[in-house]
């Protein structure tokens, strides 16, 4: 399963996707329900980490209306990189994809 991470904002938001091969691919787009439809909709499941914002619960919404697991958190809380990537990487205290995740976490409010 894919991983997204967004920086939302409300005109235009930041997104990384982390494929399980392990490339990231960044790209921005327009904060939008169309915008998000024609970039994910035709993807397979994938688990999405937003940031709380003012736009998060409409598009964790939206998201979830196309098939996809919504994770709305703090950016600042480590919890949530717990949360993603799951009870087995809390163990270890890594993960073997975690290399590229805490990158997934909007860095303006690090």
């Given amino acids: ?3 997204i991470g967004f920086d939302l904002h409300k005109r235009e938001s930041r997104l990384a996707i982390e494929a399980e091969h392990g490339t990231i691919a960044e790209r921005r787009i327009v904060t939008s329900r ?3 439809t024609a970039v ?3 993807r397979l499941r994938a ?3 937003l940031e709380a914002s003012a736009e998060s619960e409409w598009v964790a919404r939206h998201l979830e209306s196309l098939g996809h697991e919504a ?3 703090d ?3 480590e919890l949530a990189v717990r ?3 799951g009870a087995d990487a809390d163990r270890r205290g890594r993960s073997d994809r975690g290399a590229a995740v805490p990158r997934l976490l909007p860095s ?3």
């Fill in 1 to 3: 399963m894919d991983i």
């Fill in 34 to 36: 169309e915008r998000f």
């Fill in 40 to 42: 994910l909709g035709g």
């Fill in 47 to 49: 688990r999405i980490l």
């Fill in 71 to 73: 994770i709305v958190a």
């Fill in 75 to 77: 950016p600042r809380v």
């Fill in 83 to 85: 949360e993603l990537l």
């Fill in 108 to 110: 303006a409010h690090r």
